[in-house]
């Protein structure tokens, strides 16, 4: 008799490496909800709660606006599965119907952050900053500048809300005062996405 | 010679039919929490650090307290499973863990030179955060907002206590309006 040796693919519930297409899903019977993409870990499935996250800043010179505007971050600091759309969309945008939308799962919690800082040379001064979903505000925050001489003034601000397939969610700031610039670099101004959960809503 | 196939392993209790509240099981080969509760999903488990995630707000017209005091929050959203306590609409804790907590408040002002005080607290007793935010202009919005990490007991009660000098009113518009709580669990600890 022979004693047989398990490998541990006797357990594997998972679908092939991914070879073609975008983004696809995978919620196995533990419900526990797995992606992969062509060239992204080798197409291998790994579980959304690992790595859907995504964080992006400013780098280049920038003067901030009067008017609320959409923040153009231009530089991914880790966006392994592409979530990031860059200019002139600037935003998150979730991933596509399958792995978080559809009849199963038609929505999931995700957490969004944002801040930047104004190199402000005038006062009294203060800037806003917001998340958008779909083009409308879900969160809103100032920071006020009241010192009499020159300095930073920085803003945040955070959202924990559901989202569905190709939602899309974006950052705006502005400035009370014009043509004063925006601190870029990666310390110092970021965006960042990450998945939370599934709603099973 | 047959062939022998194996089920998928599946520790998980049977859905909840029956009682009031949310159960909890810990999968032994996984360490995973899992929550059930009957009604909700026809009483079928769920991860608990999928679905345990907690947001309420203030729609209604409503000025901060000018001592010390709990918020009233007056609506839970997508509170599918009941976090949401008692007539403040505070969160309940039916798991032990780590708990990340953040609340924002944002109020009109009429006068120069005041400021928000707020405390993320446990059981109205625990203080976990501690954030003072001040303005100098006579007209607009002042924004104030805290966060923590909080290790939760079963039972536990998380609510914001605030205050500010004047009372002044609560910005309400919005979809979600701004005022709000926001509770996700995080792990056993």
Known sequence: MTIQAYTGAELNILPPPVTTGGIQSFLDLYRELWIAKPGVNGGNWRKARDVLHASVYRNAALVAPTANSVFPADTVIRDPYGIWVGSPTYAFVLPVAGSVSGAVYPASWWRFAFHWVLQSATSPNYVGCQIFQNGSGVTQDNMIMNQTSAGNCSARTQYMGLGSANDTFQAYYSSSVASLNVYTGPSINTFSCAFMGLFFG | ?189
């Open chain 2, 1 to 189: 010679m047959t062939i022998q196939t194996y089920a998928l392993i599946d520790n998980l209790p049977p859905p909840v039919t029956s009682g009031s509240g949310i159960q909890s099981f810990t999968d032994a080969m996984t360490g995973e929490v899992w929550i059930a509760k009957n009604g909700v999903y026809g009483g079928a488990w769920r991860k608990a650090r999928d679905v345990v995630h907690f947001h309420t707000y203030r729609a209604a017209a409503y000025n901060l307290p000018t001592a010390s005091a709990v918020i009233v929050f007056d609506t839970p959203w997508h509170d599918t499973w009941g976090f949401s306590a008692g007539s403040n609409y505070q969160f309940t804790a039916w798991i032990p863990g780590f708990y990340r907590v953040f609340s924002y408040l944002e109020v009109s002002v009429a006068a120069a030179g005041t400021y928000i005080q707020m405390n993320l607290m446990q059981n109205n007793a625990t203080n976990w955060s501690s954030d003072n935010y001040f303005t100098s202009r006579a007209s607009g919005g002042l924004c104030a907002r805290t966060q923590a990490l909080m290790y939760l007991s079963i039972g536990d009660l998380v609510n914001l206590h605030a205050y500010q000098p004047q009372g002044y009113p609560c910005i309400v518009s919005g979809s979600p309006p701004p005022c709000h709580l926001e509770v996700s669990y995080l792990g056993t600890g």
